[in-house]
């Protein structure tokens, strides 16, 4: 069994940052990619970023491209998002999820995680 446990999240003014922070117990993550994605009310959720296991090889959706960084520690099996320059639209439930069927490739469907956290909730005011 899985607990990912997502935090960091909170309410930011535009121009803003925060880093996510989603920490892993019951089974260690260094060997699977990682991902993050958002739900905004009455939304799909979508793919934020993803990372490979050795973090060398990440990928991030078009609209968090040099805004946004992911990242792991794997000794303390937790996966980071740095958010920056966050804007209104930036704001919705994110999640991390884990894929234990890649390790050296991202891929950017829900479907394809296996297991996820409860969600940490960001709001970017205007």
């Known amino acids: 069994q899985v607990q990912l446990v997502e935090s960091g999240g909170g309410l930011v003014q535009a121009g803003g940052s925060l880093r996510l922070s989603c920490a892993a117990s019951g089974r260690t993550l260094s060997s699977y990619t990682m991902g993050w994605f958002r739900q905004a009310p009455g939304k799909e959720r979508e793919f934020v970023a993803g990372i490979t296991w050795s973090g060398s090889n990440t990928a991030y959706a078009d609209f968090v491209k040099g805004r946004f960084t992911i990242s792991r520690d794997n000794a303390k099996s937790t996966v980071y998002l740095q958010m920056n320059s966050l804007r209104p639209e930036d704001t919705a439930v994110y999640s991390c999820?884990?894929?234990?069927?890649?390790?050296?490739?991202?891929?950017?469907?829900?479907?394809?995680?296996?297991?996820w956290g409860q969600g940490t909730q960001v709001t970017v005011s205007s």
């Open positions: 999820a884990a894929d234990f069927r890649q390790s050296r490739v991202v891929v950017s469907t829900p479907v394809e995680y296996d297991y």
